[in-house]
């Protein structure tokens, strides 16, 4: 993905997601902000997504809808609190996305089970792969 606004849509998608619990929690924006970083975006134009609606973008490949879900469930427990709100919305979120529920489930168990809710990018793939076989 190297076209601006694709990235701007994903970060987008990010923020919308970060208040589904009813609040942008210091550590979300702190977050979104390094993923704005890494994906090399203007500050102004970051800052200026909080205040759009949201505008949906298709992702093509596969593994950049898994680097993507797995960017959600960062963000779904920087926060430190889970909401069933949060939990509900990125299931809803993955299966859009055309990824297989079982995997869902199953990379979320595992970063609710981490004690630092971070997984390896081997198993989340593997996961994935898996129910492809």
Same mark, same amino acid.
């Not at 970060?11 to 902000?33: C, K, N, P, Q, T």
């Not at 997504?49 to 950049?64: A, D, G, R, T």
């Not at 979120?93 to 981490?114: D, T, Y």
């Given at each position: 993905? #190297?076209k601006? %606004?694709?990235?701007?849509?994903?970060l987008a998608?990010?923020?919308?997601f970060?208040v589904?619990?009813g609040?942008?929690?210091?550590?979300?924006?702190?977050?979104?902000?390094m993923i704005a %970083?890494?994906?090399?975006l203007?500050k #102004?134009?970051?800052?200026?997504? +909080?205040?759009?609606?949201?505008?949906p973008?298709v992702i093509?490949? !596969? +593994?950049?809808?898994?680097?993507? +879900?797995?960017?959600?469930a960062?963000?779904?427990?920087? %926060?430190?609190?889970?909401?069933?709100?949060?939990?509900?919305?990125?299931? !809803?979120?993955?299966?859009?996305?055309?990824? #297989?529920?079982?995997?869902?489930?199953?990379?979320?168990?595992?970063?609710?089970n981490?004690?630092?809710?971070?997984?390896?990018p081997? +198993?989340?793939?593997?996961v994935?792969? !898996?129910?492809?076989n």
């Amino acid at each position: 993905m #190297n076209k601006y %606004d694709e990235k701007l849509a994903l970060l987008a998608e990010m923020i919308s997601f970060s208040v589904v619990d009813g609040r942008l929690h210091d550590r979300e924006y702190f977050f979104l902000s390094m993923i704005a %970083d890494e994906l090399q975006l203007d500050k #102004n134009d970051f800052n200026n997504l +909080f205040h759009q609606e949201e505008y949906p973008v298709v992702i093509k490949s !596969e +593994f950049e809808r898994i680097q993507q +879900f797995y960017r959600l469930a960062l963000l779904m427990h920087c %926060d430190g609190v889970l909401h069933e709100r949060e939990q509900i919305k990125i299931h !809803e979120i993955g299966i859009n996305m055309g990824l #297989n529920p079982h995997a869902i489930k199953r990379v979320l168990k595992a970063m609710e089970n981490s004690p630092n809710k971070i997984i390896s990018p081997e +198993f989340l793939l593997e996961v994935f792969q !898996e129910q492809l076989n």
